[in-house]
């Protein structure tokens, strides 16, 4: 499953790659991301389907990956 977006395909790449466990959505929400940390206190990113300006988007989700500190 590989989102339309490129930059945004390049971060959920990386997250994946670091552990990070990608479910699908459907709708405004393409998907969702979630951290090492499984249980309720882990990080949750919500992925777009059509952001407006995706390289934006693609930056934002980025940056809530790094917050993550369970890593
Ligand atoms: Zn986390």
């Known amino acids: 499953m590989r989102h339309p977006n490129k930059h945004i395909q390049a ?3 990386e997250a994946t790659e670091s ?3 990608l479910v699908k959505c459907g709708g405004h929400v393409w ?4 951290c090492p940390e499984s249980s309720r206190t882990g990080c949750i990113v ?4 059509t952001p407006q300006n995706p390289e934006q988007h693609a930056k934002r989700l980025r940056h809530q990956i790094q917050q993550c500190p369970h890593d």
Not at 46 to 49: A, D, L
């Open 19 to 21: 552990g990070w466990r």
């Open 11 to 13: 971060v959920i790449d």
């Open 46 to 49: 919500r992925i777009h389907s």
């Open 31 to 34: 998907g969702e991301l979630y």
